[in-house]
């Protein structure tokens, strides 16, 4: 994103501030996650102290896909710490624990960052572009039809995630954070 010739950069915080980051132009996407492991999480992450409900109304997590290379912690890196689902799970959730703020998901391998939308001011976040994993949801589940809801992964966001690797180089920096939060 660039406006007036110059890249865009978006400053994000946790509930208390002191974590902070910058994440400089487009996101790869915006997506509402409604599959079962996003929606336990959230429901545990919603459970720790002082921690507030990241879920939608109809019970999604809004994620903002971000290349690694592309986020940057500028302070409170000290307050990031992991936790999975189950032990054998690839997947890592990070939690800023100053303010129990869900701050993203990391996919096993991944390039990218799913960086949860609450991590924006109020309103600020980019419009979500497509939902995900709604066939996760239970039968008869009613959705707004103001963006696609498909039942997986589309072929056009894995698209978008290869090009945005291939655009690093094939890259895929390692981040560095404390594991085993127990949640």
């Given at each position: 994103m660039t406006e007036g010739g110059q890249v865009s950069e978006t400053q994000l915080q946790c509930a208390c501030g002191a974590m902070r980051a910058e994440v400089t132009g487009r996101p790869i996407a915006v997506t509402e996650?409604?599959?079962?492991?996003?929606?336990?999480?959230?429901?545990?992450?919603?459970?720790?102290?002082?921690?507030?409900?990241?879920?939608?109304?109809?019970?999604?997590t809004i994620c903002v896909e971000y290349r690694?290379?592309?986020?940057?912690?500028?302070?409170g890196h000290e307050n990031l710490k992991a936790f999975r689902l189950?032990?054998?799970?690839?997947?890592?959730?990070?939690?800023?624990?100053?303010?129990?703020?869900?701050?993203?998901?990391e996919a096993k391998g991944?390039?990218?960052?799913?960086?949860?939308?609450?991590?924006?001011?109020?309103?600020?976040?980019?419009?979500?572009?497509?939902?995900?994993m709604v066939g996760d949801?239970?039968?008869?589940?009613?959705?707004?039809d103001d963006v696609p809801n498909r039942k997986g992964h589309s072929a056009g966001f894995m698209g978008r995630l290869f090009l945005a690797w291939a655009a690093m180089g094939f890259r895929n920096p390692k981040l560095t954070v404390n594991e085993g939060l127990d949640i």
């Open positions: 996650c409604l599959c079962d492991s996003c929606r336990e999480a959230a429901e545990r992450m919603a459970r720790l102290p002082g921690a507030r409900s990241i879920l939608t109304e109809i019970g999604g690694k290379d592309r986020v940057e912690f500028l302070s189950t032990p054998k799970s690839g997947t890592r959730r990070v939690i800023a624990t100053c303010c129990n703020t869900p701050v993203f998901i991944g390039h990218w960052l799913s960086l949860y939308g609450g991590l924006w001011p109020e309103g600020a976040h980019p419009p979500v572009q497509l939902r995900t949801l239970p039968e008869g589940t009613e959705l707004p």
